[in-house]
């Protein structure tokens, strides 16, 4: 596999931009701001919030009603990433530009809005405009309908693994040949409700530790397609492996698997794999990151770790990066660093 990386984006509790993600994975910065008391009840929580995004220094107010939130970051970061790509859907054929997005938690802030006016109000209480947005596939596709992307489009939502996930089906439509450019990553929100939720389910210190929000976007091409047009590579991906589960007994065989075929130069963890001994056990002794101590974790969070990673790998460096959910599924891809200027 030889997959191109040629443009990048990122908004994250870090800032807006690849940027302060680089800065604050080189500087191992935590951008982690207390929770506020009133959201739980009590102090002593953590959470990534992307708070230095705001839409309307990217459109129109009223453009930005109609979207939720994760559609503005989805939004937003495509056209981020495209700019820095080089790329104008509308100067190629836009049927051969796609885009797959992991998503965790999309449309949990408009459905608590659109199901709350029927709780209280019945069917007069619902509002039709914040139906749409009220789905984990909406940030796709409002990303695609602002920038004329009419390629292959897919949301993965596959716990921790979610970017992951679309990542691995972006390569796939690449190598298939049913697209020449892939829009990748993830995006999720963050909201109050949420983290209540997981208070009640008890774990705000498992799972929803230091939970985040944001959105990362990579443009993927295959590298003949991205040579052909001079484009500049932030990096490649060279490696995509994944396994369901490690069955009892054969764990090791299992991660033997994900193993890259050699020593990379940095490691990065994402979701649950660096609380996975099973995992990090066989790995060499090579410096390792895990973005979501910084930035916050969630269950598409894997697209801005990956995002790090490049942004921090030198160039021709080998890199590795990791992913697993608590019960599996469980991701290797492998990369190489590319320009970061």
């Given at each position: 596999m030889?997959?191109?990386v040629t443009?990048?984006?990122a908004?994250s509790?870090?800032g807006?931009g690849i940027?302060?993600l680089?800065?604050t994975m080189?500087?191992?910065q935590?951008r982690?701001?207390p929770?506020?008391v009133e ?6 929580y953590?959470?990534g919030?992307?708070d230095?995004?705001r839409?309307a ?12 939130r ?7 970061a ?12 509308k ?8 885009i797959a997005?992991?998503?965790g938690?999309g449309g949990?802030a408009?459905s ?7 709780f209280s ?7 039709p405009?914040l139906?749409p ?17 009419k ?5 993965q ?6 970017a992951?996930?679309?990542?691995q089906?972006a390569?796939?439509?690449?190598e298939e040949?049913?697209?020449d450019v892939m829009l990748?990553?993830?995006v999720?929100e963050?909201t ?14 498992t799972?929803?530790r230091s939970?985040?929000e944001g959105?990362?976007?990579l443009?993927l091409?295959r590298?003949?397609?991205a040579?052909?047009?001079?484009a500049r ?8 492996r994944t396994v369901g589960m ?6 090791r ?17 994402s ?5 996975n ?5 066989p790995l060499?002794?090579v410096p390792?990151?895990e ?8 269950l ?12 921090v790998?030198?160039e021709?460096?080998?890199?590795l ?5 608590p019960?599996g599924?469980?991701?290797a891809?492998d990369?190489?660093?590319g320009?970061?200027?």
């Amino acid at each position: 596999m030889d997959i191109a990386v040629t443009g990048l984006a990122a908004i994250s509790a870090a800032g807006v931009g690849i940027e302060p993600l680089r800065e604050t994975m080189a500087q191992r910065q935590c951008r982690l701001t207390p929770v506020p008391v009133e959201v739980l009840g009590t102090g002593g929580y953590l959470w990534g919030k992307a708070d230095a995004f705001r839409a309307a220094d990217f459109m129109p107010p009223l453009k930005a009603r109609k979207f939720d939130r994760c559609s503005l970051l989805a939004t937003v970061a495509a056209g981020m990433a495209l700019a820095d790509a080089g790329i104008d859907p509308k100067g190629g054929d836009p049927t051969r530009i796609g885009i797959a997005l992991g998503c965790g938690f999309g449309g949990i802030a408009n459905s608590v809005e659109f199901l709350s006016g029927y709780f209280s109000r019945g069917v007069e209480g619902l509002v039709p405009m914040l139906f749409p947005n009220t789905v984990a596939n909406a940030a796709a596709s409002n990303a695609s309908i602002e920038h004329g992307l009419k390629g292959p489009n897919v949301t993965q939502v596959q716990r921790f693994c979610s970017a992951e996930a679309a990542i691995q089906m972006a390569c796939r439509f690449l190598e298939e040949g049913r697209a020449d450019v892939m829009l990748a990553g993830g995006v999720d929100e963050l909201t109050p409700l949420m983290m209540a939720g997981f208070r009640a389910a008890g774990q705000l210190r498992t799972y929803a530790r230091s939970f985040g929000e944001g959105c990362s976007i990579l443009v993927l091409e295959r590298r003949d397609h991205a040579e052909r047009r001079a484009a500049r590579l932030r990096g490649r991906i060279t490696g995509l492996r994944t396994v369901g589960m490690l069955p009892a007994g054969r764990e090791r065989e299992a991660v033997d698997r994900l193993m890259p075929p050699a020593t990379p130069a940095l490691v990065s963890f994402s979701g649950a794999a660096a609380d996975n001994t099973a995992l990090t056990t066989p790995l060499p002794a090579v410096p390792a990151m895990e973005p979501g101590n910084l930035i916050g974790r969630s269950l598409a969070m894997g697209g801005l770790a990956l995002a790090a990673l490049l942004l921090v790998l030198p160039e021709d460096a080998r890199g590795l990066h990791l992913a697993a959910s608590p019960e599996g599924p469980y991701h290797a891809i492998d990369v190489t660093g590319g320009m970061r200027a």
